[in-house]
């Protein structure tokens, strides 16, 4: 009797903990989606220097390329950051006692982002001793480009650039490569030259 009460007590106890650890099921509930880290290289930069009617300095990690699209123009530049799925798209065009039309064209093409983006700050650049002048967009959000800058000087030379990449925007996982590319347009705007 006093071994089959033990035997009893052995199962219950088993029972009791095999209830214990299996028998308090919550439902599984889906993790939060990730973004894979970004990996960015050290800042470095090298001179873009032809017979282009300006220079500037870019990245080491981006590669000049022509734009060869349809309606692209003698001087139209790619920067592309292959390993980002990111370009630089870089126009220039001829001041023809027609830079009003020219820097509201550009105001225009950034402003039509307003629909996804939350905000866009501007930033004035100034250089009189080079004679460049200009306005950086910053558009904050989803929109598809998140910068877009003119540079000018405001009788022979325009100069217009818009950051993209070739993904569907999304500013949670974007928002490092936005900021680390930011910082290349700003200095790209800042060594630029005119011939």
Known sequence: MKKASLNILYFVFIGGLLTFFFGCNS????????????????????????????KFYY??????VMDNQVGAEKYWVNIDFP??????????KSVNGNIDNLIEDVRT???????????????????????VY?????????????????????????LRGALYFNVHP???SLSP??????????YLIESLEWK
């Not at 599984?28 to 017979?51: A, W």
């Not at 390993?83 to 220039?92: L, M, N, P, Q, T």
């Not at 490569?177 to 700003?186: H, L, P, S, T």
């Open 27 to 54: 439902t599984p509930i889906p993790k939060p989606r990730g973004y894979f880290r970004l990996e960015f290289p050290e800042k470095q930069y090298k001179s873009f220097d032809s017979i282009f009617p300006y």
């Open 134 to 158: 200009g306005i950086l967009y910053d558009i904050k959000g989803n929109a598809a480009s998140s910068y877009q800058f003119y540079v000018t000087d405001s009788v022979k030379h325009f």
């Open 109 to 131: 093409l950034a402003y039509k982002h307003t629909i996804k983006a939350d905000a866009i700050n501007e930033k004035v650049f100034s250089n009189p001793e080079r004679k």
């Open 83 to 92: 390993g980002y799925k990111a370009r630089i798209h870089i126009s220039y």
């Open 170 to 172: 999304n500013k949670d």
């Open 59 to 64: 990245p080491v990690y981006g590669k000049v």
């Open 177 to 186: 490569a936005v900021e680390f590319f930011g910082k290349d347009m700003r």
